[in-house]
């Protein structure tokens, strides 16, 4: 069954150290994304970052990387020197299938809700 | 570019009332999806339209139904509301490629 799990409902961190928020996913379909998203307390959904299955690198987007360990099914997400406004409720979440395929719906983890310390 | 937008912002309506929401998709979009999200839940999926075609339904019940225009807006219509209802509704659009780009949602609450 297709399923993403988050572990971890809350985080604290300290400004400007790293963070990693866990992500683990469970999939038969040998071709999937991986994404990340921040959704502050206003409720808009943030993209952060994308892994594809295929894709043999880990992705980064500035701050952003994603630990992607495919034969363990982890994608977690790691944020670099954390900032006052990375605090927000994070979301892991799979779209099976490929790119530009028929659906491109997502499955979302529970969240994990960050908040980082002066 | 303007980004996805989201109608009305907030809404109020009472058990077995009926409601529409609607969204615009960032323009060249054809794609857009619409996800509920109940307070401490990740959102789940209600359905996505491509051009103008269903592509894909979650697990709700047939009182939810949408549809999408030629422009590529879409409307999420709800009958015969239930307490269980009240959510987040996000809208989310695609240019066909990975990503999504959410809107900023509609808060439903029912009373």
């Known amino acids: 069954a297709q399923k993403i799990t988050q572990t971890q409902p809350g985080m604290f961190v300290q400004e400007k150290e790293a963070v990693t928020l866990d992500c683990t996913y469970d999939t038969s379909d040998p071709s999937y994304g991986l994404f990340w998203y921040k959704q502050p307390s206003s409720g808009e959904m943030i993209f952060l970052i994308y892994q594809g299955s295929y894709d043999q690198q880990n992705a980064t987007e500035g701050r952003y990387s994603l630990n992607f360990q495919k034969a363990r099914k982890s994608a977690n997400l790691v944020i670099s020197a954390s900032q006052l406004g990375d605090s927000a409720m994070y979301f892991c979440?799979?779209?099976?299938?490929?790119?530009?395929?028929?659906?491109?719906?997502?499955?979302f983890g529970t969240g994990t809700l960050l908040a980082v310390q002066p | 570019d303007a980004g996805v937008t989201q109608s009305p912002t907030h809404l109020i309506k009472t058990r077995g009332q009926h409601v529409t929401l609607r969204c615009s998709p960032i323009s060249g979009h054809k794609s857009v999806s619409w996800y509920q999200q109940v307070l401490g839940q990740g959102p789940q999926f209600i359905f996505q339209y491509y051009e103008k075609e269903e592509r894909g339904r979650g697990n709700f019940p047939d009182r939810f139904s949408a549809r999408q225009f030629p422009n590529y807006s879409s409307e999420l219509n709800v009958n015969a509301l239930l307490l269980g209802d009240s959510a987040l509704y996000l809208c989310?659009?695609?240019?066909?490629?990975?990503?999504?780009?959410f809107g900023p949602g509609t808060r439903l609450t029912v009373t």
């Open positions: 989310a659009s695609s240019p066909r490629r990975y990503e999504q780009y």
């Open positions: 979440a799979m779209r099976e299938g490929r790119e530009g395929g028929a659906t491109n719906k997502l499955i």
